[in-house]
C-alpha cells in the first residue's frame, strides 16, 4: 500500500481507503462487514470512513467496535455531520447545537476519544458559515477533532470558507470528498485545480461508479444476486448500454495491462496528484483485496489517452 499526504496538511492516509456507506450496519451482514474492515487494515489501509447518517449510526458501532481491536493511532478515522438525525428542527444541518451533539454521539457510536477528520455531509444555506466553522475550530481545539472536511460543496462555497477562516484565525479546510469517476468528472474544471492551488485535498467517492466499473455488469436487466444493483432498486439508474459498452472497452485495456477493471478505474483515478485517496466500499473481504492492488499502479500516457477517446 502506498500513502499520500492530505492536502496541504501533513497527514498520510492510504490512496485506498474503506467506506462504509449502504453497507455496514445496513444491506451487508455484520460478519461480511467485519471481516473485509480486517482485511483492508490488514492489507495497509490505514483510512475508515463512515457518517452519523449511515443507517443512523449504525454503521459508525460496526466501524467503531471492528477498529478498537488495533491501536487507535494507527489508523486515520472519519465520519461526518449534517443529515437528520431526528425529528426536532435543530436535528439537521450544520447549527453549533448539531455539530456540537452530534460530534459527541459520533463519538460515542466509535468508541474514540477523537475522530481525524470531522466532514460538512453538505453545504448548509441556512447556518452562518462563520458559526459552522467557528463550531469546527472548537472541537479541533478541545482535540475531539483533528481535521476539517466538506463533501461535495462547490468551489465557491470553499472558497468562502477558506477566506472566513483566514479572516477570524480559524482552522482551515483542508479536505473535500466529492464523487469521482470515470463517469463523473465535474471537479476536474474547477475542484481539483482549487484544491491544488489551495492546499485542499480530494478524497473521491464512488470511483467505481457503484460497481458499474468492476466490469461485473453485462446487461441493464441482468445483476449479479450479490451486487449492490440487485439489492437496491437506486442503483440501477446509472447502468445503460452506453456506459456498458464503454466498460467493456475499458476492460480490453485492462487485460492487456494484466490487470482488472476495477484497478484500471482506480489507477486512472490516482492519475491525480490532488487526490489524496480513493474511497471504496465493499460488502466482502474479496472486494477489499483486489481493490488494494490499485494502489502504486501508474498508467501511461498511452494508456490514458486509450481511455480517454473511450470517455468522451
Not at 460478519?31 to 470512513?49: C, K, M, S, W
Request: with cysteine.
Amino acid at each position: 500500500m502506498k500513502f499520500r499526504k492530505l492536502g496541504g496538511t501533513g497527514l498520510k492516509v492510504s490512496e485506498i481507503s474503506l467506506g462504509s456507506w449502504l453497507t455496514y450496519g445496513g444491506y451487508v451482514e455484520r460478519e461480511n462487514a467485519v471481516r473485509a474492515i480486517e482485511t483492508a487494515y490488514g492489507l495497509g489501509v490505514n483510512f475508515f470512513d463512515t457518517a452519523n447518517v449511515y443507517e443512523r449510526g449504525a454503521a459508525e458501532k460496526v466501524l467503531g467496535e471492528t477498529l478498537r481491536g488495533y491501536p487507535r493511532d494507527s489508523y486515520v478515522l472519519a465520519t461526518k455531520v449534517y443529515g437528520t438525525m431526528g425529528e426536532g428542527p435543530n436535528d439537521r444541518g450544520l447549527s453549533r447545537k448539531h455539530i456540537t451533539e452530534q460530534c459527541h454521539a459520533s463519538l460515542k457510536r466509535l468508541g474514540v476519544e477523537y475522530v481525524d477528520i470531522m466532514y460538512c455531509h453538505r453545504y448548509d444555506p441556512e447556518t452562518p458559515l462563520l458559526e459552522t466553522l467557528r463550531a469546527l475550530d472548537d472541537l479541533i481545539r478541545q482535540g475531539k477533532i483533528y481535521y476539517i472536511g466538506v463533501s461535495e460543496w462547490t468551489a465557491a462555497q470553499m472558497v468562502d470558507a477558506l477566506a472566513t477562516a483566514d479572516r477570524y484565525l480559524l482552522d482551515r479546510i483542508v479536505v473535500n470528498q466529492p464523487v469521482y469517476n470515470m463517469f463523473n468528472r465535474y471537479i476536474e474544471k474547477e475542484i481539483l485545480p482549487l484544491g491544488e492551488r489551495c492546499g485542499i485535498g480530494q478524497v473521491v467517492f464512488s470511483p467505481l461508479a457503484q460497481g458499474l466499473l468492476t466490469g461485473k455488469y453485462s446487461s441493464v436487466s441482468d445483476f449479479p444476486e450479490d451486487s449492490r444493483a440487485a439489492k437496491l432498486d437506486g442503483m440501477r439508474k446509472g447502468i445503460t448500454e452506453e456506459k456498458l459498452a464503454k466498460v467493456r472497452q475499458l476492460g480490453e485495456i485492462a487485460a492487456g495491462l494484466d490487470i482488472s477493471t476495477s484497478n484500471l478505474a482506480l489507477a486512472w483515478i490516482l492519475r491525480q496528484g490532488n487526490v489524496a485517496s480513493a474511497l471504496v466500499g465493499a460488502s466482502k473481504p474479496e472486494q477489499v483485496e483486489e481493490n488494494v492492488k490499485a494502489s502504486g499502479i501508474e498508467l501511461s500516457a498511452e494508456v490514458l489517452k486509450q481511455i480517454e477517446d473511450i470517455l468522451v
